[in-house]
């Protein structure tokens, strides 16, 4: 896990440099640099040693030195390959994955990646061909950022460093993005210019004309196999994750894991116990003390317990909210999509005292269907089907009968469902998901009345995503947009919060066999009844404590804002939400923010996007 930076085309070598500076967090342990004044190119690294520590500093070359990589991220059967390039003749000088990418490409071209099990952002540079090869992993767990301008081709980790060569400038299409969806649909990111490298995607560059080529080498496809039976997929569903979990612990130096208490994280430390056997494994926990709907830590202690761990846990103060959101803004490059980025932040500041590598268990909710909107948007579905009595024509994945058991799980999301049954019942299935990834309500009436955002335009966007081709179940739609586009918001969470504090996270459960896996699998299965993470609950049953399987207070860290923002960061918050800048940007009707401030109004998700979206111009916009 390290950060990359280059250009191709003229450079200033002292820029340059400045610029893979500003990745130092990323890779505090080395650094290294290749220049080619011949070909106008600059590539830098900024190392985190994880894999052979010694020799494992980059760039690193093929045997005749006419490949070059920088790499971000990690192979996780770089073993089971680099055996396997050895068989056809290939001469390694180090231990490293990284270097198993280099022959990788050597031996098979572009078609690598398809081999790769891992999270990974790199750049070979062809030498003979004088073509730059750049990969992002197929979930997108690693950043790639690229400008193309003026002739010349900037890359990053992060985009800090392409703004040393260009002024930031505001692009107002992913502003409404994000105002919709506190995340952008494609491509764009809020700067103009500067683009994300999309998951699953490589760009070949021509280091002379500077064209590119943009290629997808790998999509989420929904390829259904029927043959299998419920026992059969858990077998191999448990197998996938045992082999993800043992795979991601290689490593030269300490690995522990995140512990929220929640299925997903307490399955990871369940299986790590196993693999590592009596070695030590650390967990790494973070609370409030504001009362129990903020506070998992009954249910981590009881994980730690039962697996020996050796538990840490950090409480979050107001105090730590104030002196450090603007910096863990200006760490995630862009608006953060909710207010967990904080505290993920300091869990991982907590994980980085003790070891560099840690395990999380983010992705789970996508791929075993935890969220509660799912519910939520089927039982809509069983009502339509009830009324209308079409239960029966189709492979419904629950009933308006079988779905009510798990009705029980939706106590806490009322407010959601009134808001969400009170328009447009019995709409198309890209109409009602639209309307539950829909943020703009929250922020419609907090805007000013000169920005003009058209939500058909918004919605046709989704649209175009939501319905590809090849997905027929409604779950399949959905679990196809969350995994491509809003596990992305989360993802760029996962890697800057962590990256911040030079700590590597491995996240086993976005594995691309237990995707692939799962994504075959009959919906009717995989969300047998409508109940959230049915198939993982099966294959860790006999794992688990019964109180973790059976838990119903799904909380997914919740931030105590509503009562900070009526006390300790009453003033705090007003500095920013009411200030000057924000007043002159007019963007947002102050007179309505003010109101809600002073009111008994609770700290909406609304009013956090406008946070947010005022410390990203205080970072980045505002000079």
């Known amino acids: 896990m390290c950060g990359i930076f280059g250009i191709c085309g003229n450079f200033e070598i002292n820029k340059a440099r400045e610029a893979l500076n500003l ?57 089971e390959l680099a055996q396997e390039l050895r068989g056809y003749g290939h001469r390694f000088y180090t231990n490293t994955d990284t270097e198993v990418i280099v022959h990788s490409y050597e031996q098979w071209g572009k ?34 950022y690229y400008l193309l301008n003026n002739e010349r081709f900037y890359f990053s980790s992060e985009i800090k460093p392409i703004l040393k060569f260009i002024p930031p400038k505001l692009n107002k299409e992913t502003l409404y993005d994000y105002l919709v969806f506190q995340m ?21 560059l021509n280091t002379k004309s500077k064209t590119i080529k943009k290629e997808l080498y790998w999509d989420i496809k929904f390829n259904v196999n029927e043959e299998r039976d419920e026992e059969q997929i858990i077998d191999r569903l448990k197998y996938l994750l045992n082999d993800a979990v043992r795979i991601r612990m290689r490593s030269d130096v300490p690995v522990g894991t995140h512990l929220s208490g929640g299925l997903d994280s307490s399955t990871i430390v369940a299986i790590s116990r196993i693999i ?36 840490n846990e950090i409480i979050l103060t107001p105090d730590d909210f104030k002196s450090n959101i603007k910096k863990i803004i200006y760490f995630m490059d862009e608006p953060a999509a909710g207010p967990g980025v904080f505290p993920q932040f300091f869990v991982s500041k907590l994980a980085s005292e003790k070891v560099k590598v840690v395990l999380g268990g983010q992705g789970g909710d996508e791929i075993f269907l935890g969220y509660a909107r799912y519910l939520i948007a089927y039982l809509e579905e069983c009502l339509k089907g009830a009324i209308y009595d079409t239960a029966d024509n189709a492979e419904y994945v629950a009933t308006l009968k079988t779905i009510i058991p798990n009705l029980k799980l939706l106590n806490n999301y009322v407010p959601m469902i009134k808001n969400f049954f009170r328009e447009e019942l019995f709409e198309s ?15 419609d009436n907090l805007l000013s009345r000169d920005i003009n955002i058209s939500l058909e335009k918004e919605y ?64 009717i299965i995989k969300f ?54 924000l007043r002159e940007r007019g963007i947002f009707n102050v007179s309505v923010i003010e109101n809600m401030m002073n009111s008994d109004a609770k700290f909406s998700r609304g009013l956090w996007g406008v946070l947010s979206l005022e410390l990203f111009f205080n970072n980045f916009l505002d000079g």
């Open 184 to 204: 952008s649909l494609d491509e764009n990111t809020l700067f103009d210019g500067i683009k994300r490298l999309e998951p699953g995607h490589n760009i070949i």
């Open 528 to 581: 047998k009844n409508g109940e959230p993470k049915y198939l993982l609950k099966k294959a860790v049953k006999n794992l688990l404590p019964t109180e973790i399987i059976n838990r119903r207070d799904k909380m997914g860290f919740p931030v105590p804002l509503n009562i900070w923002a009526k006390n300790d960061l009453r003033e705090f918050l007003s500095d920013i939400l009411l200030s000057k800048k």
């Open 460 to 523: 046709q966007k989704f649209e175009d995503i939501f319905t590809r081709p090849g997905k027929t179940s409604y779950i399949n739609k959905i679990q196809y947009f969350d995994l491509k586009f809003h596990l992305q918001a989360l993802l760029q969470v996962e890697d800057r919060t962590s990256m911040a504090w030079g700590l590597e996270s491995r996240v086993p459960f976005l594995d691309y066999r237990i995707v692939e896996h799962i994504c075959s699998t009959l919906p």
């Open 429 to 443: 299935q890209p109409r009602r998901y639209f309307r539950l990834m829909n943020r703009f309500s929250d922020i």
């Open 23 to 79: 990745l130092r967090h990323r890779g505090p342990d080395d650094w290294g640099e290749y220049i080619s004044e011949e070909d106008h190119l600059y590539l830098g690294h900024r190392r985190l040693s994880i894999i052979d520590i010694k020799n494992g500093k980059q760039p690193i070359f093929n045997e005749d030195k006419t490949l070059i990589i920088i790499f971000n991220g990690c192979i996780y059967n770089y073993l």
């Open 276 to 311: 590592l056997n009596n070695m030590p494994l650390s967990t790494f926990t973070g609370t409030f003390n504001e009362g129990k709907e903020f506070d998992e830590t009954e249910y981590a202690k009881l994980v730690s317990s039962k697996f020996n761990t050796n538990y």
């Open 111 to 144: 078609e690598c990646v398809k081999r790769f099990n891992g999270m990974w952002a790199f750049v070979i540079f062809d030498s003979k061909d004088k073509v730059l090869f750049c990969s992002r992993d197929r979930l997108g767990i690693k950043p790639f």
